[in-house]
């Protein structure tokens, strides 16, 4: 049997487990409960879940045997999800992997197209017919000729990620700044501002400031080339490592972390910090 034998074999039967979860006499009452909506929480945490172990999948065996298991639990919603659509009558599984197949196909002309196709290796090639397949793509389902704006489609993404992406868009019709040193600028002045609506006491106007700053904040990000959504996570990584640090640390010394007054803490903390670094 073939690796691709294999899978759709354990595809195969993974598939009539969700079914038999959502079988309407027999099935799990939780699986029975849940729809498109009440599965969107899920879909999120566990491709976060996915994301945060990648991190270190490349280096670490540790990391590399978690992230088969995270993959599952995505693989999980993506099945799940398949198997509510169906048993309502709308697409199947079966339905979800032609469609991503086909596109993936449509959207790599240099590997699945013609003779001359597969010549335009090149990466400028490579983008360029990429967005304009999209492109295409976009005008084949707008059937009905609306006009859509320049963020049209930018939805359902996390927050960082949104931000991210309208940056990306308005870059393409020169609504950017030119350099990372002038968004740099702008993220200090919204610092600023926020400062003056805290000093305030405006609730509403500090909220506010506060968003403008986590936007800035993304197009810093996207200026510097680095995806803001993977560095929020890293920086999420780097604080639960260092304070797992701190509770060995505590634990060495006898110290009950939930007991620990905050100047032990922070004398913990520096500790780690410095530990770190050797």
Request: include cysteine.
């Amino acid at each position: 049997m073939t690796p691709f034998q294999d899978a759709a074999v354990a595809f195969a039967e993974f598939c009539e487990t969700i079914a038999r979860l959502r079988h309407p006499v027999d099935g799990c009452p939780w699986d029975l409960q849940q729809n498109h909506h009440t599965l969107r929480r899920y879909m999120i945490e566990e491709a976060y879940e996915a994301a945060r172990v990648m991190a270190g999948a490349d280096k670490d065996p540790k990391d590399s045997r978690e992230l088969c298991e995270e993959l599952g639990d995505v693989l999980l919603q993506v099945v799940l999800n398949a198997q509510v659509a169906a048993d309502r009558n709308g697409f199947k599984i079966s339905d979800v992997i032609k469609s991503i197949d086909a596109k993936m196909r449509r959207r790599h002309p240099h590997v699945f197209g013609s003779d001359e196709q597969r010549q335009q290796r090149g990466m400028e090639s490579i983008k360029s017919n990429w967005e304009v397949i999209k492109s295409d793509e976009k005008k084949n389902k707008n059937v009905h000729g609306e006009v859509e704006g320049i963020f049209h489609g930018i939805k359902g993404y996390p927050s960082t990620i949104e931000a991210f992406e309208i940056g990306k868009k308005a870059a393409k019709i020169k609504f950017d700044w030119n350099s990372p040193s002038e968004v740099l600028a702008k993220l200090l002045s919204e610092v600023e501002e926020l400062k003056e609506e805290w000093e305030k006491g405006d609730r509403q106007a500090l909220l506010a400031e506060l968003g403008d700053i986590y936007f800035s904040l993304a197009q810093f990000a996207r200026h510097m080339g680095v995806d803001p959504e993977v560095t929020a996570l890293d920086g999420n990584r780097k604080f639960l490592d260092r304070f797992s640090k701190v509770e060995s640390l505590a634990r060495e010394r006898g110290i009950k972390i939930p007991e620990a007054d905050q100047a032990t803490l922070e004398q913990l903390w520096e500790q780690a910090k410095q530990e770190s670094r050797k």
